[in-house]
């Protein structure tokens, strides 16, 4: 690192606060940054949350359900009975493209002009699972509830814990994630159920998003449409959630472009005409995504930790291949911070976004943000822009340089999630009070 001086001198961290806060006080659908000095294209702005965000979906639901303690952001119409479901890794555009493989969902969309409720959302930053998972489950922002990434530096352990599937036995799920979920909060007044994989019932993920819901596993999609009708028709009121794994499986395995993930999507499709055909008259059917996708080429796949000017004096890496969180030394500088950033730059241009920690705070990516969940984002962020992924061959396994479909950076493919109203297709409630509406 002392060998490498960038060509010329970058802004002091002071000037790029500065400027961030001036255009971030414009509004909120200005361009936010320009990162000066470094010619860097701007950053998208910030994610909508508390207006069109996928942290507003249960508690907006919980407001339609009736629940005085929460706002109707969404302008969701009032139902006894709501099933959200939630298509990991469904972004908008992707419907979009492919829709001639969802013919179902296609006629819904392209029927949809009741209701005031936005069609798009945005997922929380970064768009992985674990982070919007958890501000649907929680309705708070990632500042707030803390799950900032696939895996994360644990200040307290000073070491990268994974919080998606392989969770570290140091990590308390529910003092690292400590807000109540919104089944918690409502779970008196209306039951709650998940409809997922089995073998999230009890897992650490499970518990630290989406707690204090009665729990139904089923393991192939069939089978949890029916629990889901089964689920709603159980009670006069109802929040039922329906987790839907299996596209975006096919599309980090194959791409989005493939055979496997278009088979998938006629699955979907096939399974919410069912859902739609078989839930109680009065029930409101959601469908939303976590996140979308991009499907990013071999050649595009770059292990960053082979060159040593992107790497030297950084502690730890963590986050995902397109949103890389690099944390440096104790001792580190806000200079030596600089000239890290701008050997990012000088790499990869336009490819990517770099911003420090304070510059993606102050624009608003993470919401507010907690100063316990300050020290779990990197000092300097990786934001890929085009379709190419970083990885860490130092700490991740060779094999994840396998995946295609990618996300985690804040591109429109990747933020963009549909919100659907589906309409019950069912003549009667099979067992359900309400009333046909
Ligand atoms: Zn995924």
Redesign the pocket.
């Known amino acids: 690192m002392q060998s490498w001086g960038p060509p010329s001198s970058p802004p002091s961290a002071h000037a790029w606060a500065a400027h961030i806060t001036a255009a971030n006080a414009v509004g909120e659908q200005g361009p936010t940054v320009t990162l000066l000095g470094f010619n860097q294209p701007e950053l998208p702005a910030a994610p909508a949350y508390g207006r069109a965000s996928i942290g507003d979906v249960f508690s907006s639901a919980a407001a339609a359900l009736g629940v005085a303690a929460f706002e109707n952001v969404l302008r969701l119409p009032a139902a006894p009975r709501i099933c959200v479901v939630l298509v ?2 469904l972004g908008k555009a992707l419907l979009k493209q492919r829709s001639g493989h969802a013919p179902f969902l296609r006629g819904v969309q392209a029927q949809d002009s009741s209701g005031e409720h936005p069609r798009t959302l945005h997922a929380a930053f970064p768009s ?2 674990a982070t919007s998972l958890t501000s649907l489950g929680t309705g708070t922002v990632p500042g707030r509830h803390g799950m900032v990434g696939y895996d994360v530096l644990d200040p307290r352990q000073d070491k990268v814990v994974n919080l998606l599937g392989q969770w570290d036995p140091g990590v308390d799920p529910l003092r690292w994630q400590p807000f109540p979920t919104v089944f918690e909060q409502i779970a008196g007044e209306v039951p709650c159920t998940t409809v997922s994989l089995p073998h999230f019932a009890s897992s650490p993920m499970t518990r630290a998003a989406l707690r204090g819901s009665r729990f139904i596993g089923a393991s192939n999609v069939h089978s949890r449409v029916e629990e889901a009708a089964a689920a709603l028709a159980a009670t006069p009121k109802a929040l039922v959630y329906l987790y839907w794994s299996e596209l ?2 096919a ?2 395995a194959h791409g989005t472009d493939s055979a496997q993930w278009e088979h998938q999507l006629e699955e979907l499709d096939a399974g919410m005409k069912r859902l739609a055909a078989t839930v109680p008259a009065d029930t409101l059917i959601l469908l939303t995504a976590d ?1 979308g ?1 991009v499907d990013v080429p071999r050649s595009a796949r770059i292990d960053f930790s082979v060159i040593p000017e992107l790497v030297d004096g950084v502690r730890h890496t963590a986050g995902e291949p397109r949103m890389v969180h690099l944390y440096l030394e104790p001792e580190a500088t806000a200079d030596f911070r600089d000239q890290l950033m701008a050997a990012w730059v000088e790499h990869f241009g336009k490819k990517a976004w770099v911003v420090s920690r304070e510059q993606a705070i102050a624009a608003g990516y993470f919401g507010a943000v907690d100063d316990s969940v300050a020290a779990r984002i990197g000092d300097v962020l990786i934001l890929a822009r085009e379709s190419i992924a970083f990885y860490d061959l130092r700490r991740v396994r060779a094999q994840a340089m396998d995946v295609v ?1 990618q ?1 985690g950076s804040i591109t429109k493919s990747e933020r963009e999630v549909p919100l659907l109203r589906i309409p019950v297709t069912a003549k009667t409630a099979k067992t359900g009070k309400g009333k046909r509406r």
Request: hydrophobic residues 10%.
């Open positions: 990991d890794g992985t699972t975006d499986k599309g980090h996140h996708m479909g996300h």
